[in-house]
């Protein structure tokens, strides 16, 4: 057993390994730019600072923090015309903007000089202090609305690519500069406008025909895998940890840590769901067994038309109907509408058993909805397998040894009878940390399927990257503990060939 177990083990990494690629595949395409996203939420939430003047660094810093200044996995197939530091640009309008001049004119090189120089264009409305002195009879407000449209003009030219806008940008700024105030950005923009013809002169377009694969030690995958320290032990880390170390980055929604918000949100969710397996089968297996024991009796037809209603009726449709007549003043106000807990908290000093007692009115009816599906389909399960079992010549001996009937089916054939109960008992892991997304948004519980519904709302891919990730992990495990369980349930299953 232990040298399968070992080597279900080794099956897993490769698995694992798919799974993980999946995931950062996933989160990498997702549309929009993570750096602005977190940029403003930084802003509206007074994380780092509210200023203007301070979003560029702002830009830097998340870029640093989500690993988004890295390339994105561990080689690259890009074409002669391209540079291979294009990652370290965080601006992804600026990115864009250079992947494509450098795809049209060929010359990397010569792209970039116009991008320098650009900046350098940018860099001199940093050094001007606009006061009278400047304004040389003209209105101080004229000044400031010049140097101001000469800025978003100048900086918009980093994020253009195509040629008839660009000159069109040129032409802006030539018609600014001929203010006499404004005679110092007039070097400067001539160099701009030097640097794009010669963009355009030393032009070499066959470039982008050229194949050419680069190499990254260290990229987004990595990081996002070993985190920012040293990959094996993970000393050093300045932002992230890694996955490997269970830490899976920050939400874009909440700013915290995905691995503190899944430790907050999972508790109720796993809650619901062990309870609601512990009293499906607690309900279902008696059911299953006694409908299989007396096939074509009375119980046997009114529990089988019984559970099928129960199992044909949507869970969605279920809780809302007892929430409205359950959890309606108008009706029946038994239980709560929402929640899992008292709004106000619970009376000080409270015990830990006063404190359950207060939830339990929460409780109920989503266990109710939780559980009621899963009594056709377990309790179905078991009779059909049972029926199975109880027709084999080993039941039959039993039978004729005098044995009673309690005896022959609950210990010569539940015990080979369990193995399909088995297989469903290892869905538990995977279904916990996905959570109810139905149920927990119907109830108001603050559980993962709750958070992963919010996530989705709001676009907040690593959290739902995380989600997948450990969904299928925990699969994983399911399956290997379902293949423990079949062996200790049927000694007849060996592993060890």
Do not use: C
């Not at 990595?222 to 300045?238: M, S, V």
């Not at 939780?370 to 029926?387: E, G, K, N, Q, W």
């Not at 399927?449 to 990257?465: C, K, L, S, T």
């Amino acid at each position: 057993m232990l040298k399968y177990v070992l080597r279900r083990i080794l099956v897993f990494i490769p698995t694992l390994v798919a799974i993980t690629l999946l995931g950062f595949v996933i989160m990498i395409s997702a549309p929009g730019d993570p750096v602005e996203r977190m940029v403003v939420a930084a802003q509206s939430g007074g994380e780092v600072g509210s200023q203007t003047a301070n979003q560029i660094e702002q830009k830097k810093f998340w870029s640093r923090k989500l690993g988004l200044d890295l390339p994105i996995f561990y080689f690259s197939l890009n074409s002669m015309s391209q540079s291979d530091t294009l990652y370290r640009v965080y601006d992804r309008n600026e990115r864009e903007s250079l992947s494509r001049l450098a795809n049209v004119y060929g010359n990397w090189p010569a792209v970039s000089d116009y991008f320098q120089a650009i900046d350098a264009l940018n860099d001199a409305h940093g050094s001007l202090r606009v006061d009278s002195s400047m304004a040389m009879g003209y209105s101080i407000d004229k000044v400031k609305q010049d140097i101001n449209q000469s800025f978003f003009e100048s900086s918009a030219l980093k994020a253009t690519y195509s040629e008839n806008v660009i000159e069109a940008k040129l032409e802006a700024l030539t018609e600014i500069y001929d203010a006499p105030y404004m005679a110092s950005f007039r070097p400067e923009l001539d160099n701009v406008k030097a640097k794009l013809q010669a963009m355009k002169d030393s032009a070499t377009p066959w470039k982008k025909y050229v194949p050419v694969i680069n190499f990254y030690p260290n990229n987004q995958y990595h990081r996002w895998i070993f985190g920012d320290g040293d990959w094996l032990t993970g000393k050093g880390a300045e932002f992230t940890t890694g996955v490997i170390r269970g830490d899976f980055g920050t939400s874009y929604r909440t700013k915290m840590p995905i691995s503190e918000v899944i430790s907050i949100k999972i508790f109720w969710s796993f809650f619901f769901t062990i309870i609601s397996v512990v009293l499906g089968y607690l309900v279902s297996m008696p059911m299953g067994i006694h409908a299989a024991v007396n096939k074509g009796s009375r119980f046997d037809t009114v529990t089988t038309v019984l559970v099928f209603i129960l199992f044909s009726i949507p869970s969605f449709w279920l809780a809302t109907v007892l929430l409205m007549t359950f959890a309606n003043p108008d009706v029946l106000y038994w239980f709560p509408a929402s929640g899992v807990e008292p709004v106000r908290g619970f009376a000080e000093n409270a015990g830990f058993f006063e404190k359950w007692g207060a939830r339990l009115p929460y409780l109920i009816l989503p266990i109710i909805s939780y559980t009621y599906s899963s009594f056709a389909f377990l309790s179905r399960t078991m009779r059909v397998s049972m029926l199975e079992i109880v027709n084999q010549d080993y039941i039959r001996t039993a039978r004729a040894k005098g044995l009673s009937e309690t005896k022959v089916v609950y210990k010569h054939a539940l015990r080979n009878a369990l193995l399909p109960i088995i297989t469903v008992f290892a869905n538990i892991f995977p279904v916990a940390i996905g959570g109810s997304v139905v149920l927990e948004v119907i109830f108001t519980i603050p559980g993962m399927g709750n958070e992963v519904y919010q996530a989705i709302v709001n676009q907040d891919y690593p959290m739902v990257v995380a989600v997948l990730t450990i969904t299928g992990v925990l699969t994983l495990v399911g399956y290997l503990v379902s293949d423990i369980l079949y062996a200790v349930a049927d000694p007849r299953i060996s592993y060890s060939k």
